[in-house]
């Protein structure tokens, strides 16, 4: 159900199950989790995108696997709790979208760190529809993406939205001809690649902090992250390679 495309230094990771538009059972999460915490641990990897088909990027949690379950058992199980670990990865994950990209799988691409998205992608929160809330992080990071009056629209309405109205409305980072999405994710993945991966990983930490932390204790934490740059190797190379005016090489340490 998940491919794994290396192609150093970036990892193209696919979700592979065509038959329910990559509908995101729970086998399916647990692959996709341990996939990406594989590729968090190799040192040859630097950034990761992760993608679907050109049809879907995913049309939500599996409604086959949820229809029968009380509150009870899902309290008890948890099942969406596996999706915190995606959030717990180090290296910059880009979500490369196109086709449906609903429900569960839009809160999936959100818990990524960019969006690109072809111009046939399809946003939306339509669990209303179907007699729930989404769980997967939507009432949150949508409200923290797109504002509280549009998230109100998006998750209340269950309706669906263009790629461009994503990227309007400050869900999407970049929106590509259908055919340049992924092509689009890889040069940005590569791009990062390129950067101090310790630097990388400490921006990415501090950016998600803005998500959970007051503003004063945010900015102590930048701080903190900031000056700990300075006890690595990187930060003279870039520093010196600066003054010297050549092109710094970043080795990772
Ligand atoms: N779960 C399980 N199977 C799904 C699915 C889902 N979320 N979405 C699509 N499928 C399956 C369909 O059942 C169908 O399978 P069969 O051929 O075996 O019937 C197959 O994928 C193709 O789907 P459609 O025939 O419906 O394709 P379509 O092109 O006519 O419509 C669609 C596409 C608009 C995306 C439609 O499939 C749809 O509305 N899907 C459900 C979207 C949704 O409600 N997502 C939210 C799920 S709840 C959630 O995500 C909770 C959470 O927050 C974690």
Redesign the pocket.
């Known amino acids: 159900m998940i491919l794994v495309h290396r192609e150093e230094p970036i990892a193209v990771v696919q979700l592979n199950r065509p038959?329910?538009?990559n509908?995101?059972?729970p086998e399916l999460m647990k692959e996709l989790v341990s996939a990406l915490e594989e590729l968090d641990r190799d040192e040859k990897i630097r950034c990761i995108v992760l993608t679907g088909s050109d049809k879907?990027f995913a049309?939500?949690?599996?409604?086959?696997?949820?229809v029968s379950h009380t509150a009870k058992e899902l309290l008890a199980k948890d099942p969406?709790a596996i999706w915190d670990r995606i959030s717990n990865v180090k290296k910059p994950i880009i979500a490369a979208v196109s086709g449906?990209c609903?429900?569960?799988?839009c809160?999936l691409a959100m818990m990524c760190d960019m969006i690109v998205a072809s111009e046939t992608a399809k946003f939306g929160?339509?669990?209303i529809?179907?007699g729930?809330?989404?769980?997967?992080g939507?009432t949150q990071r949508l409200t923290h993406l797109i504002g509280k009056s549009k998230a109100m629209e998006w998750i209340l309405t269950?309706n669906?939205y263009s790629a461009k109205e994503a990227f309007e409305a400050g869900l999407v980072g970049k929106v590509t001809p259908a055919a340049e999405y992924l092509n689009e994710a890889k040069k940005l993945a590569l791009k990062i690649s390129e950067k101090g991966s310790i630097a990388v990983a400490h921006a990415k930490q501090a950016i998600l902090k803005s998500f959970e932390l007051p503003l004063a204790q945010g900015l102590k934490e930048e701080r903190r992250l900031c000056f700990e740059l300075f006890d690595t190797q990187d930060q003279k190379e870039g520093m010196r390679a600066f003054l010297e005016k050549r092109k710094p090489e970043f080795k990772g340490r």
Do not use: R, T, Y
């Open positions: 038959e329910a538009l509908a995101l059972s879907a049309a939500g949690a599996d409604l086959k696997w949820m969406l449906f609903l429900g569960g799988g809160e929160q339509p669990e529809n179907v729930i809330i989404p769980g997967a939507g269950g669906i």
